[in-house]
């Protein structure tokens, strides 16, 4: 059995344009994830920059990370 994938890292946006499609998009991103076999946390958090996002993933091993 493989141990846990851990990813974290940033969504950054070119333009408003783009954040705006990300801010539309998000909620329903983030429950659908969620909701993924072997999902055990998925974070998107806004940061001081609007066109810039802090991600943070946690799936329970490599098979569930390849299903999403």
């Known amino acids: 059995m493989t141990g846990e994938v851990v990813l ?4 950054v946006c070119a333009n408003s344009n783009e954040a705006d499609v ?3 998009h998000l ?16 974070d998107v958090d806004r940061t001081n920059d609007p066109l810039v996002w802090r991600v943070a993933e946690r799936f329970a091993d490599e098979s569930a990370f390849a299903f999403h």
């Open 8 to 11: 974290t890292g940033h969504l």
């Open 27 to 42: 909620r329903r991103h983030l429950e659908l994830t969620r909701c993924e076999p072997g999902c055990l946390s998925f």
């Open 22 to 24: 990300v801010e539309r």
